[in-house]
């Protein structure tokens, strides 16, 4: 009886060294996963929480917490504390839960992106008024790109006589398009580096 208990101890050791080896994974892969399940339910977590879904991330690290060793569990909890943080735009909690794992926390430009998120779309079961808050500075944040994007259209024609208001306006789109992109890709680069140091967290806690 006690050797069934240390093999079934040692079947679920090793939960947060096994997520490097699911990040490359699909979802469909990880929820299908039975060896390294409380893994797989980390992972499927904070991708969750990249969505800003707090209901589902909650859900996943539950899980995981279940599945995973006395011994890990609070280093996961803090795991799920900076995910919840992300997915409900807590720039806050964010910040005191990654420190608390020992690891970097977003820059202040970074912390200020993401209360403008809570601001602009809020977490679910906000107020009426919270959500109309949003659209409305949301459709602001637009008018402001445009505006810009056409006047530096504006500006680079100057030289040529101008191009008009309608083909300014669509020159204006496609500058703050391309802003916009460059913008995607460099945070994409930016949250690929911080899920590898991420990775390594749990690997150098072990």
Known sequence: MAK?????????????????????????????ESKHRGAARVVLGARAAERYDPQTARRYFNE????????????LRQMMKASLAQAERKPDELKEAMEKLGQTPPSGRQLLMLRLMGLVSPPPGASILARARGIAILLGIV????????????????PLGGIGFLGGLLAGV?????????????????????????????????
Do not use: F
């Open 4 to 32: 069934q208990r240390q093999m079934k101890v040692q079947m679920r050791a090793g939960t947060l060294q096994a997520v490097p080896q699911m990040e490359d994974r699909t979802d469909e892969q990880l929820m299908s």
């Open 64 to 75: 995981a917490l279940a599945a995973c060793t006395p011994q890990e569990r609070p280093y």
């Open 143 to 158: 008018v402001v790109l445009l505006a810009v994007g056409y006047g530096l259209a504006e500006l680079v024609a100057l």
């Open 174 to 206: 496609l500058i703050v398009i391309a802003v916009l992109g460059v913008l995607v890709l460099l945070g994409r680069r930016r949250q690929a580096k911080a899920k590898a140091v991420a990775r390594a967290g749990p690997t150098a806690k072990a």
